[in-house]
């Protein structure tokens, strides 16, 4: 006889006492949630959008072209042997590395959707291919520290970290031949760029809305819990939260060491609303990511203690004194360099489409 399992009533009790005490807060102080979501619109239509909205074409365009499989005929030999996974998770990390959060999560779904990862593939590949792309680091923790030397620093421990938690992730005596990969249908020869361009536009508006509610939820609890909480604990809560809001506020604190740590956990991390986003982007393709947040976890952890290691071994390479913040002055390295290397990657799915469709041709005659 079966036992049906009763959930327990604050399952369902407590997302309704959250909701209402949402709605509450929103009804008393409509003003806080006004400025909060007003600077997380112009956070999103300022940096986000045009330093994002081009990587995710690329990515799908990147996927769709073929592209993703000379990447992963370059890299193979290295993702069997480090990782345990196919050739053809490569692209995933490459483009998690260089476009930010969440393309690498968007391209690691993609793959497992055309049937070039297994799921369980694709939920071990989420652990880590995910990351800040140097168009954040460069354009603004570089601008915050006033020092491109520093921003490189701290983009080097991000690389290292992913990788490191990829390792921490590999399966352990599985052996997954690294240069052929896997055998699965080619992509199509037409891509249907509607198509991609409406799956771009859909996933930015859900790390848009994403960014904006979690604005206004760190207005509110900053407002809340603010009086009373030390500086560093309230930029450290907000960077667990947001990762723009968080790195943003590190010029707050005195002690460089202590902004370098925090930088290089939060880049690692991603915060949860970075968390979110990965969710909603790889949920159309049945995907849980239930190693995502464990890897983030682990990846902070590295990093920071990566970045205390270098304070100590070599302080020259992150300098207690640091200059002035130029934030204003580096958005736009942020935007050329996101945009410059979005275009790259579109170059390079065009030309492998070319090729294929020059293939194709080839074999049409010799038939």
């Known amino acids: 006889m079966e036992v049906k399992q009763q959930s327990s009533p604050w399952a369902a009790a407590i997302p309704a006492l959250l909701s209402f005490f949402a709605i509450l807060a929103l009804i008393l102080d409509a003003g806080t949630a006004v400025s909060a979501a007003g600077r997380g619109l112009q956070l999103c239509l300022e940096t986000v959008v045009p330093s994002l909205f081009p990587f995710l074409v690329a990515a799908r365009l990147f996927t769709g072209s073929g592209a993703a499989q000379w990447c992963a005929r370059v890299l193979g030999p290295v993702m069997g042997p480090a990782f345990g996974l196919p050739s053809n998770g490569a692209a995933a990390v490459v483009l998690g590395l260089l476009g930010g959060y969440p393309v690498g999560a968007q391209t690691a779904a993609s793959l497992y959707g055309s049937g070039q990862l297994t799921r369980k593939e694709a939920e071990q590949l989420l652990a880590f291919c995910s990351n800040a792309g140097p168009a954040f680091i460069f354009g603004m923790v570089g601008g915050l520290f006033g020092s491109g030397k520093i921003a490189a620093v701290l983009f080097a421990i991000h690389i290292i970290s992913a990788v490191l938690t990829g390792l921490a992730f590999r399966t352990r005596g599985r052996q997954v031949p690294a240069a052929t990969g896997r055998a699965v249908q080619p ?17 930015m508006g859900l790390i848009c809305g994403c960014i904006i509610l ?17 500086p560093a604990v309230e930029i450290g809560l907000s960077g667990l939260l947001e990762l723009t809001s968080g790195c943003s506020r590190l010029p707050q604190l005195e002690a460089a060491g202590l902004r370098y740590c925090m930088a290089s956990g939060f880049l ?40 205390w290691g270098i304070q ?18 580096h958005t736009g390295l942020l935007r050329a360099t996101a945009i410059v290397t979005a275009l790259f990657l579109c170059a390079m799915g065009i030309w492998c489409l ?3 469709k020059k293939a194709g041709k080839e074999e049409a005659l010799d038939v």
Do not use: E
């Open 268 to 307: 690692a991390f991603g915060g949860l609303c970075v968390w979110l986003q990965t969710k909603s982007v790889i949920a159309p393709y049945g995907l849980t990511g239930r190693h995502y947040l464990a890897g983030k976890v682990i990846q902070g952890t590295i990093a920071v203690l990566l970045t």
């Open 354 to 356: 070319q090729l294929r």
């Open 312 to 329: 100590v071994l070599f302080p020259s390479w992150l300098p207690r004194s640091l200059p002035a913040a130029a934030f204003p002055n």
């Open 187 to 203: 992509p199509s020869k037409q891509l249907d760029f509607s198509a991609m361009m409406a799956g771009a536009v859909k996933t």
């Open 214 to 230: 979690f604005h206004v939820i760190t207005a509110f609890l900053t407002r809340a819990l603010g009086t009373w909480m030390p």
